[in-house]
């Protein structure tokens, strides 16, 4: 399935929308957790639901995480 | 005698290691911290049939970079235990993502089995496994269960043992995942210099140093005295995602022709339960429901009206205390006697106040928790909670210990040390100070008010707002700022009930062996205060201050005693409001200062232990003005307008 070029933020991505994952920023500690919990370049995540918090699967996982820790994960739409 | 042999279960959590844990151990397994931690380790012993070697079950990780607390004693386990077999179980449909650790796993040199777990949830999603030649691609046994069911758990047992007495010279190969050139490189430079032994392969220990890992660095400080390299090494490549990234390739590479996928996805009831206990306007009713069945209905009406009315007061009351109250009169030293069964005495405080009222209270508390633990829920309320706790300073990851509070603060307490930053370890000890009640004081306050719903809703409400108020208060004052919330959401599962048990029994056991000491102490100390007069006194010093908020001075020694314990606290409001010196309003008041007031006296010293002193009176401070502000703001509202007729019409 092909992704555009666009860099967007994950907290923006709408709900229901598929992406990829292109960065993963933050400082290291919070990078190292997300890496761990399965936010890799390269693997495509869905956007499940927004509120209260950003609700996103990867593969078959559900990972829960805040707006401000969304902004820090690039991916593209 | 042979050294009995270890094995150590790891996994992410929820992927069903306690329940393996059950079905592999027999029934003795034992649940208890890990020395020096307040993190829970069950161990338990295999049946003599299948070897008679013994378990360990661990806290769930998600690489060998610890990121908490109980990941750390994990680690610790995996290094310092020397686990003849390490058992990594691993949730079939999610097994792309969970293979980097088994990697990790052999590459740090552990002799390694893999559980495919919960097939049926995989199936039923539309994957299909090879698992001999999963096996056969990374070189080591791969066995397939459904735990839950009990299936394919013999065949483990069975590979378990045959791992365990082939011994460590084995001739498989496990698969090595090859890493990008640069990274190689980097690696064999620190492992050719690394001369100690550290639990782990010097490879695995390299690849963590590269990471950043503090951990590692630390060790290799200790034992080699620090190394050259970092300053070069460090700074140029991105280790962890390439590292990251080499893994997730690797595991793709693998899973490739081992696992077979149809896209099947059905609208089960299950899937739509899955939904609603997130969804973000359908998951607050659903909590209510939860919440009001479990709090109110089980642990209030049921625990602490029910329970404790068989066990106060048909086995106490009518047989048991009569027969202890008889034999005690034959001892000859009445100093001794009225020890024993005056009102301050130790039958009454330790063993009726100990047995018959806190323990069916806590008891059903604990059940009900672990069962919010063990059936995934817990991450959901997290989630749902997430932006109210951000309002004070914490993240939704806080749920856990501000529910446990409703349990036994002091427990709770000693569960915030789970909390990342020391601001949010503090804000939380302090808003759990401030006004959750726990078991014990909510059950009674929960039956005594229950006549009126409206006086009910009225403490409730006014308990949160007080909380809220002080947490915004609170967070805007300290400096710093709260860390991120992220969160695992697993499937919602129908728990284990042996597990279930195993852990509640586990935890009322812990309660029974660190809190009954204390009260026994505190009962010794009120005893010896009530001879001398000194509570008397106190209560003269108290009485203008609870004029203020409009209660009759008999609240003083009320008060004093809910320092002390809170459900006395509780008993004593229930006695006043029995012969009638306490208005409906004053009730509601007394009830509110009460919840608001002091943390008991076990809460109040782990407090100190673990926030220090000048924090500790910090709170006790504050703490005393929110109970004192709220209780006279409340009195003032009641009088002024006739809330509680409104209310009572509900």
Redesign the interface.
């Known amino acids: 399935m092909p992704f555009s070029k666009n860099k967007a933020r994950l907290n923006t991505l709408k709900k229901g929308k598929k992406a990829r994952i292109i960065e993963v920023g933050g400082d290291r500690k919070k990078r190292r957790r997300l890496l761990a919990l399965g936010f890799v370049p390269g693997e495509s995540v869905t956007m499940e639901q927004k509120f209260p918090v950003l609700l996103v699967r990867i593969g078959y996982s559900y990972i829960a995480i805040d707006e401000d820790t969304g902004k820090n994960i690039l991916v593209s739409p | 005698m042979k050294k009995k042999k270890k094995v150590v279960l790891v996994g992410r959590p929820n992927v069903g290691k306690s329940v393996i844990f059950n079905r592999i151990t027999d029934s003795y397994a034992v649940v208890s911290n890990y020395p020096g931690t307040t993190v829970e380790i069950s161990r338990g012993q295999s049946p003599e049939e299948y070897g008679g070697y013994e378990v360990l079950d661990t806290p769930g990780i ?2 060998l ?1 610890p ?1 908490s607390a109980e990941e750390e004693v994990t680690l610790k386990i995996l290094r310092e235990e020397e686990p003849d077999l390490v058992v990594q179980v691993v ?1 079939a ?2 097994i ?2 969970m293979l980097p650790l088994t990697f990790q796993l052999m590459e740090a040199g552990f002799p390694l089995v893999l559980v495919v777990n919960m097939l049926d949830e995989a199936g039923e ?1 539309g994957f299909k496994f090879n698992l001999p030649r999963l096996a056969h691609k990374l070189g080591i046994p791969v066995a397939g269960t459904v735990s839950i069911r009990g299936k394919g758990i013999d065949n483990l047992k069975k590979v378990i043992r045959n791992e365990l007495n082939t011994g460590k010279k084995t001739d498989r190969r496990y698969y090595e995942l090859q890493y990008p050139p640069v990274l190689e490189d980097s690696v064999q430079e620190i492992v050719l210099k690394l001369k100690g032994s550290y639990g782990i392969s010097k490879k695995a220990l390299a690849l963590l140093l590269l ?2 890992d503090t951990r590692a660095d630390k060790l290799i400080k200790e034992r080699e005295g620090g190394l050259k390299y970092q300053k070069e090494l460090l700074g140029s490549l991105d280790y ?2 390439l590292i ?2 080499a893994r ?1 390739k690797a595991a793709r590479e693998i899973l490739k022709g081992t696992v077979y996928h149809q896209g099947k996805r059905a609208g089960s009831f299950k899937a739509k339960l899955n939904t609603i206990t ?3 306007w359908w998951g607050f009713p659903f909590l209510a429901v939860v919440l009001y069945y479990g709090l109110y209905k089980f642990v209030g009406v049921f625990g602490a009206g029910t329970m404790v009315g068989f066990i106060d007061g048909y086995l106490f009351g009518e047989h048991i205390f009569p027969f202890l109250n008889k034999s005690a009169e034959v001892i000859p030293y009445p100093w001794l006697r009225e020890l024993l069964i005056s009102d301050f005495g130790i039958f009454n405080l330790v063993l009726r106040y100990g047995l018959a009222v806190i323990l069916p209270i806590v008891s059903s508390f604990f059940l009900f928790f672990s069962l919010l633990e063990d059936s995934g829920y817990l ?1 959901r309320l ?3 909670l ?2 109210l706790f ?1 309002k004070f300073g914490l ?2 990851r806080s749920v856990i210990p501000f529910i446990l509070g409703l349990g036994c603060g002091t427990m709770a307490v000693l569960a915030a040390r789970t909390l990342e930053t020391k601001r949010e370890r503090f804000i939380a000890v302090l808003l759990l100070a401030v006004g959750i009640p726990c078991s014990a004081q909510l059950g009674l306050i929960m039956a005594m008010l229950s006549r009126e719903p409206g006086a009910l809703l009225l403490w409730g409400a006014s308990l949160l707002i007080i909380i809220i108020i002080t947490g915004c208060i609170t967070d805007k004052v300290l400096p710093g700022k709260s860390s ?7 499937s919602l599962r129908f728990p284990n009930i042996q597990a279930l048990l195993c852990k509640t029994s586990a935890r009322i056991i812990w309660y029974m062996k660190e809190i009954i000491p204390l009260f026994l102490i505190v009962s010794l100390i009120m005893w010896a205060g009530s001879c001398c007069g000194l509570i008397p006194l106190i209560s003269s010093m108290a009485e203008p201050v609870i004029n203020l908020i409009g209660l009759p001075k008999e609240m003083a020694p009320v008060f004093i005693l809910g320092f002390f314990r809170r459900d006395y606290g509780a008993a004593g409001l229930y006695d006043l409001l029995q012969s009638g010196l306490l208005s409906q309003k004053q009730l509601v008041v007394a009830s509110l200062a009460l919840s608001l007031f002091l943390p008991c006296i076990a809460q109040f010293a782990v407090i100190l232990k673990e926030q220090g002193a000048i924090k500790g009176i910090a709170v006790l401070i504050i703490v005393f003005s929110a109970a004192f502000s709220g209780a006279y703001i409340l009195n003032l509202l009641l009088q002024r307008f006739d809330i509680l007729s409104v209310l009572g019409g509900i």
Not at chain 2, 484 to 490: A, D, Q, S
């Open positions: 998600y690489s970079m990121f949730e449909k999610n792309e993502r999603e990471q950043g962890p995602l990251t990234m997730q997130m969804h973000p991450p997290a989630m749902l997430d932006k951000k993240n939704g991120g919330f992220y969160m695992e959401i697993p």
